[in-house]
């Protein structure tokens, strides 16, 4: 089984930056993709970015693109968002996911087998 533990949510006003980043533990996989989602209350579960397991494709929602970067390590079992110019209607619980083998990236939730808890990043005005 593989966990997946996300850090770096918090306060921030709007313009600033935080950097979230997911650490996965247990059964990791060798190979597959990650992503990030959030989720705001009353609201759908959104796609923010994905990442291949090398690291050099990468996809992003347009609500986000040129403000976030995904990227990864794989040798600390990690992956990381950048956030920056946030605006508070990017305020939400930020989910990272996981899912093993060689498909291509995708913003379906439901086609991610790993989960996180979630970190909450609120963005004031």
């Known amino acids: 089984q593989v966990q997946l533990v996300e850090f770096g949510g918090g306060l921030v006003q709007a313009g600033g930056s935080l950097r979230l980043s997911c650490v996965a533990s247990?059964?990791?996989?060798?190979?597959?993709?990650m992503g990030w989602f959030r989720q705001a209350p009353g609201k759908e579960r959104e796609f923010v970015a994905a990442?291949?397991?090398?690291?050099?494709?990468?996809y992003y929602a347009d609500s986000v693109k040129s403000r976030f970067t995904i990227s990864r390590d794989n040798a600390k079992n990690t992956m990381y968002l950048q956030m920056n110019s946030l605006r508070p209607d990017d305020t939400a619980l930020y989910y990272c996911?996981?899912?093993?083998?060689?498909?291509?990236?995708?913003?379906?939730?439901?086609?991610?087998?790993?989960w996180g808890q979630g970190t909450q990043v609120t963005v004031s005005s």
């Open positions: 247990g059964r990791t996989f060798s190979s597959g993709s």
């Open positions: 990442i291949s397991w090398s690291g050099t494709r990468t």
């Open positions: 996911a996981g899912r093993p083998g060689l498909a291509g990236l995708t913003a379906v939730p439901g086609e991610y087998n790993y």
